[in-house]
């Protein structure tokens, strides 16, 4: 064979060498913290910098740029050596729904045609809403080796949408999602009821999304820490949790059992941070690679008060 098909195993690969040996050839850099970005600069006359920041996720690709001209000299370009369509400006991708309001200077990313079609899926579009995704103080355990699982396939299936929701835009279903992902293997009925529940709570916020704002010459990094001490009752295991906002729009979270044992409240905190400072490093070098200064950030860890003191000292250089 000459040349790749699609949906052979090589195909993925065989597209990606193409496209980034292209793009490295046409002046673009690839991003060291992120290798699916790649940015494209050019000074003009002036001493003004125009740039283009290409977003690759398959074979979908996002463009950002400061100027319009450039924008359609590269798209233009694209189409040269692939056969690409054009479908103008953001509006849908990966299953995101994308709204702007350029007068309020405001962009807004939901779901809500995927979580629709979820809850149609799994027979829950006329269910009753909650307030919350999970009953507060909820604790699940474990199935006894008597009892007998629900069905697992079927819980797997929502585990997994909802786990897409959560990674995309949802990080309110997170803390959920993962205490209840832990029991995909035999779910019980407490475990059901608690999957069911969620989708109950995404039924009165299949609307709810991430909110960004721009603001001129400023962008702060603001990052907030904890932990709960030793939630998993079956492992006595700690669950970190983080969230990362700029310019108080959020753009990272996580929700994580942690790896070992904490002997106290202190000591789980303690491994929460080190997870939120791996992330912090990450977001600086990332932000830092698109021309982003990050030098105003803020880190917050409750009861914690030496919280950016300590992640100064995990940060690399």
């Given at each position: ?177 993962g205490i209840l992902s832990k029991y995909m ?133």
């Amino acid at each position: 064979m000459k040349k790749s098909q699609y949906g052979l195993k090589q195909a993925a690969r065989c597209w990606n060498s193409a496209i980034d040996s292209y793009l490295k050839s046409d002046g673009y850099k690839q991003i060291g913290a992120d290798p699916c970005l790649y940015i494209k600069s050019v000074k003009r006359q002036n001493g003004k910098i125009d740039f283009v920041i290409l977003s690759l996720h398959v074979d979908d690709i996002l463009l950002f740029s400061n100027d319009v001209g450039m924008l359609n000299e590269e798209k233009k370009s694209l189409g040269r050596r692939f056969k690409i369509e054009d479908l103008g400006e953001v509006n849908q991708v990966l299953g995101m729904l994308v709204k702007r309001d350029r007068k309020s200077r405001i962009l807004t990313i939901s779901q809500p045609k995927y979580l629709e079609g979820v809850l149609k899926r799994f027979n829950m579009e006329n269910c009753k809403p909650v307030s919350t995704p999970m009953e507060p103080g909820k604790k699940f355990y474990e199935l006894s080796g008597d009892e007998d699982p629900v069905n697992v396939q079927e819980y797997q299936k929502i585990i997994g949408c909802l786990t897409y929701a959560t990674t995309a835009i949802r990080p309110d279903l997170a803390s959920a999602v993962g205490i209840l992902s832990k029991y995909m293997s035999r779910p019980g009925k407490e475990h059901w009821q608690g999957v069911k529940r969620i989708l109950r709570y995404v039924q009165g916020t299949v609307d709810y999304g991430l909110i960004f704002r721009a603001k001129d010459n400023s962008c702060s990094l603001t990052g907030y820490s904890d932990a709960d001490w030793a939630g998993d009752l079956d492992t006595r295991r700690s669950t970190s949790g983080y969230v990362f906002q700029i310019e108080g729009s959020t753009v990272s979270w996580r929700s994580k059992k942690q790896t070992c044992v904490s002997k106290s409240t202190t000591e789980a905190e303690y491994v929460a941070l080190s997870l939120a400072a791996q992330e912090t490093v990450w977001l600086r070098r990332l932000l830092s690679d698109i021309w982003i200064d990050t030098e105003n950030t803020i880190y917050h860890l409750r009861g914690q008060s030496r919280c950016n003191r300590i992640v100064e000292e995990c940060e690399v250089p």
